[in-house]
């Protein structure tokens, strides 16, 4: 069996605290991403909310203005006279 060399154990004990900062930092990377993709999901739920609102009132304004376009004369002669 071969006998490690001090370069051989100092290279390799580098390696290994390259090897358990990298691991911190992806662990951190993780959570960061988690929390990203968490308010992302957030934010869409708020604007699915919004779209259906505004959607609604859209609807709303639609059917007053056509009701209006298409009876307007007859509800300003019924009454004026």
């Known amino acids: 069996m071969a006998t490690r060399s001090k370069h051989d154990i100092e290279m390799h004990e580098r390696l290994v605290r390259v090897e358990e900062r990298l691991d911190s930092h992806v662990k951190r990377e993780d959570k960061s991403m988690e929390e ?7 934010i869409e739920l708020e604007l699915s909310r919004y779209r259906g609102f ?11 203005v056509t009701f209006l376009k298409m ?11």
């Open 54 to 64: 505004i959607g609604g009132v859209l609807l709303m304004v639609t059917a007053i």
């Open 71 to 81: 009876f307007g004369a007859d509800i300003k002669e019924f009454f004026i006279g």
């Open 36 to 42: 990203v993709v968490e308010k992302l999901d957030t």
